[in-house]
């Protein structure tokens, strides 16, 4: 076997990995992530699909594997080129924003899913039939599977700073054809240098004329186009997003802005990241000392107070950094972690922003906020949280991000980091049936109640307009000087009080009615006790309960027990609106569970059913599937934290773990392949996920004010023995399955496919249900599946 | 002498042509009547020079050719820019809050497909309606026309500054929903004029707003028709 081979599946295993990564990034442009999320996880049943046709067909092309792997690669990245531009075709119809309503769209649906199943299908093909062919060799094979994957990952970061979205499949369809190249046989050269030639050539063209992405028309940058005279001034295309800044004379931006207001709200230029809004371009005045802000709600924490030292936590476009200024803030800390939009806003937009991110008050951090907070000890008269949510919802858009700065910890990490005379503040849209707004009050209650404030009603203020909450949480208790100061304030402006001591029925809806107390009813419910709290999360129809750093989901509200009478009570077809995300992940499990049923049972039909190993390959093959992606996931989450950048986290973790487990898979070949040794192996494993899933946490937490060098290097120190233990029970299965019955290796491969994608799905719905802690436990469990499998037979 | 033979299969052309336009016709008026019974009636919506507007607008004109069929169906539908021709008792239920009545003035921000402003035009004097995207504008404004609405104009243009030669409005319906009301709109609003305003995403559960002008005083009462009329099919 040639070096050649290496190399070969090297480089189809990093474009592979890579093209996930960038059609994930298209998809998400083009529509959104849940959906993108949902078209990936069935396009990468190909790997399942893989195995199957090579249970069924794998002596076929065994016979023919010279001409079949260089094939197979070059049309791995023929499909790559070519699968967008084709998806032009079939996305001209295709919306899933309107897939609840028009049934038509499942057609388009379908066909999307074919489409981009396709690449990986061929791709995984190859790699499959190569580890059948040369099954014996599985060790070093393995390894530079993983560690062209990882090498992949690290790669595609490149690219998206390199190149737009369009021509990225372009770029990364040059890699299978090279592989595909490199294992030309002598005897057909000529015919493959045809073929070849004409490969390369398409990816050539579609650089230099990709396909147009075609936008949802739901998409908030395609509303923004709609309008008249507009135009994309400056576009930015990195791994944070595709940043486009986009100008119209008809853009305006005032949320809630109270009716008293009688000036012109201005025209703003907007940035958009991935087509979705992103904050807008604002430009202040130092003269000033008023500011649009001061006519919303998010002016309370400045009527109480004049906080001299502000943290704006995800400060976007630093329309709140620019209020803390205008008010008087003498010390403005900005923490947002898209660093593209903010180098953009610091340089080529200071002039529309009057340079605020270079104004000598304003010190910017290009974190996340919630691992700036855990590493800073600085202390703020006030910390300014972002608006939850936008203006008419985003129907659980955001229901699977993980939120960290909304946590139950976040909050008590903000409250001590307060002042004496600091605060808390943040501010939600009204949503309806309420949601957010109950949300933030629980988890602030909470909050008040892990301190040792006396009376937390005295440190609990509201104030509420005909479309936004601002709640502020308070230090000290607040005073009789200051509540007189807020009635005088909200009056003015049309708002209402929703709490503040001595509140009386009357003055909370003097302005804004509601159409019943129910509202109110929910939240005295909150604030009442404990007790009342804990029995309302229980019994309302969505989830309020606060989320925490084991179940950061703050905008996650769908309670799937609830989901049928939601269903009745709403219509059917309202309900996706309400709560699409975490639906859609339900539905993606749902559809890949059955589809992955139907393949790993099809090759029994033509192989039989009983006997030989068969409940061996099923168990220990399900049990890597799952409990590989189960940990993946888990380190990523909890490295997000820790490297305070969702992209490098992910990029890191995922490259650090697939190389680790190759080396693991390259020191498997030494070893015998034994039951025993297996067993041995998966019971390390299974020692070090219980290890990390209690102790990871604490860990991160301690070491995150390290420099970030050594945080990188630290993290690699704690993945790699892990990873390298979790590399080796795969090949040394296939080569214990080779020996016992070599018919069941690419049915192996197949279930091992499919179960990898189902535990995406399954990790994120437990992840929600119950925390990180039990995906832990449950990744353990998916071991100890695979060293029973080999414990019965050793 | 072969024209004759010629008339004969035209005339059963036309003949059968102008059959299956009646029964579509019968059909749709059919499904119009059952919508006003079982969406609007139904759901409390009493109010008679709208209930009387929404069983005489032919809505299925206003709905893309593809999505016609569907016209009558209790959904919102999209029109195309992301814009939805709104679920026939959110249209209902919109105009009942402004309490319409002959003799008045009404203004719409967001033309659309231009339904609602048919249905305003049913009930009042005067009906002016304003679009930002010119292509939605213009086709609305055709077919206005051609259903002879002469109490009832279009302009393409901002909504944000409102229409000040026709101002004070009675009343004023935004249907497309923004994060802030603008100024020029509240000023717009007659004294004890109403202001009507959705919230939510266009396959939402929306929420509307109302907003009076009662001299310098002005005040908004969310309206949330989930809590108290579930605009579901549940029978």
Known sequence: ?794 | MKKPYLIIPAALLILSAVSVFNVQAQDYRSQRETMVRTQIRARGINHGPTIKAMRNVERHLFVPAVRRNRAYEDNPLPIGHGQTISQPFIVAYMTQLVNPGAGDKVLEIGTGSGYQAAILAEIVDEVYTIEIIAELGESAQKLLKELNYDNLEVKIGDGYYGWKEHAPFDAIVVTAAAEYIPPPLVEQLKDGGKMVIPVGSPFMVQNLMLVEKKGERITTRSIMPVTFVPFTRKE
Request: glycine share 6%.
């Open chain 1, 1 to 794: 076997m040639s070096k050649r081979l290496f190399y070969s599946i090297g480089l189809l295993s990093a474009s592979i990995i890579a093209f996930q990564l960038i059609l994930m990034h298209i998809l998400s442009i083009m529509q959104w992530n849940h959906f993108a999320y949902m078209i990936i996880s069935v396009a990468l049943l190909g790997f399942g699909a893989s195995g199957t046709l090579l249970a069924l067909k794998s002596k076929w092309m065994i016979s023919r594997i010279r001409v079949m792997l260089p094939l197979l690669m070059i049309l791995c990245g023929l499909t790559m080129s070519s699968i967008l531009a084709l998806s032009e075709i079939i996305f001209g119809t295709f919306d899933s924003y309107l897939i609840f309503v028009d049934r038509d769209q499942l057609y388009s649906l379908v066909l999307t899913y074919l489409a981009f199943f396709i690449p990986f299908f061929i791709g995984a093909l190859a790699i499959g039939l190569i580890y059948v062919a040369y099954v014996k060799k599985i060790g070093s094979l393995y390894f530079a599977d993983l560690f062209g994957s990882g090498i992949g990952g690290l790669a595609s970061l490149l690219l998206f700073w390199t190149f737009f979205p369009s021509q990225l499949p372009a770029v990364i369809a040059v890699f299978p054809v090279m592989a595909g190249i490199l294992l030309i046989p002598r005897e057909k050269k000529g015919i493959f240098t045809v073929i070849s030639v004409a490969s390369l050539a398409l990816p050539l063209v579609l650089y230099f004329n990709p396909p147009e992405l075609k936008l949802s028309e739901f998409k908030s940058i395609s509303k923004a186009l709609d309008l008249p005279d507009a135009e994309i001034v400056k576009e930015r295309t990195s791994p944070y997003g595709h940043i486009q800044v986009v100008r119209s004379k008809s853009l305006r931006y005032a949320p809630g802005l109270s009716m008293r207001f009688k000036g012109e709200v201005p025209v703003r230029d907007v940035i958009y990241c991935n087509g979705d809004w992103f904050g807008p371009v604002v430009s202040w005045s130092r003269e000033d000392t008023t500011h649009f802000l001061d006519y919303t709600t998010n002016a309370l924490p400045y009527v109480i107070n004049k906080p001299e030292r502000v943290m704006v936590t995800n400060s976007g476009t630093g329309l709140f950094v620019a209020h803390s200024i205008v008010k008087g803030a003498s010390s403005v800390t900005a923490v947002e972690q898209n660093r593209v939009a903010v180098d953009l806003l610091k340089n080529e937009l200071a002039p529309d922003i009057d340079s605020l991110f270079s104004h000598e008050s304003v010190i910017l951090e290009k974190l996340q906020p919630r691992s700036y907070l855990l590493s800073d000890t600085s202390s703020y008269d006030l910390i300014i949280l972002p608006t939850i949510e936008t203006f008419g919802g985003t129907s659980g858009i955001h229901a699977l991000n993980e939120q960290y700065l909304l946590t139950q910890e976040a909050f008590m990490d903000m409250w001590d980091r307060l002042t004496e005379k600091g605060m808390i503040s943040i501010t939600t849209w009204m949503d309806y049936p309420a949601r957010n707004t109950l949300k933030v009050l629980g988890t602030l209650m909470n909050t008040l109640r892990s301190t040792d404030v006396v009376n937390p009603e005295e440190h609990l203020l509201a104030l509420r307009g005909w479309g936004t909450v601002t709640f502020v949480l308070k230090k000290k208790p607040v005073t009789d000087a200051q509540i007189e100061k807020i009635r005088e304030f909200s009056s003015s402006m049309y708002f209402d009080p929703l709490f503040l001591p001595g509140i009386t029925k009357e003055e909370r809806a003097e302005y804004n009615m509601l159409q019943d107390d129910k509202f109110f009813e929910l939240a005295d419910n909150i604030v009442e006790s404990e007790e009342e709290a804990e029995k309302l999360y229980s019994e309302y129809d969505f989830n309020i309960r606060p989320a925490t750093d084991n179940r950061p989901y703050f905008s996650q509200f769908l309670k799937w027990n609830r989901l049928s009478y939601l269903t009745e009570f709403y219509g059917a077809s309202t309900v996706p609106f309400l709560e699409i995300g975490y639906l859609v992940v339900g539905i993606t499990f749902i559809q890949i569970t059955l589809a992955a049923v139907v393949l790993i049972i099809l090759p029994l039909f033509f192989i039989g059913w009983g006997g030989g190993y068969r409940a061996f390959t099923v168990l220990h093959f399900s049990g890597l599937g799952l409990g590989f992606m189960f940990v993946e996931i888990v380190l990523i989450q909890r490295f997000i934290l820790y490297f305070g950048s969702p992209i490098y986290a992910a990029a890191a973790v995922l490259s650090a773990m697939l190389i680790c487990s190759g080396a693991g898979s390259y020191y498997s070949s030494r070893l015998q392949g034994s039951h025993k040794e297996i067993v041995k192996i998966s019971g390390a494993v299974i020692v070090f996920i219980l290890l990390y899933g209690i102790f990871l946490t604490e860990i991160i937490l301690s070491t995150i004010t390290f420099p970030m060098l050594l945080k990188i290097i630290f993290s690699i120190g704690l993945i790699a023995p892990l990873a390298f233990f979790m590399g080796m029970p795969f090949p040394l299965g296939l080569r214990t399955l080779s020996v016992q019955n070599e018919t069941l290796v690419p049915w192996a491969w197949g279930i091992n496919g499919c179960l990898s994608v189902i535990s995406t799905a399954l990790a994120l719905i437990i992840a929600v249900e119950a925390g990180f802690f039990w995906v832990m436990v449950l990744a353990a469990i998916a071991y100890g599946i695979t060293l029973l499998a080999n414990y019965a037979k050793s």
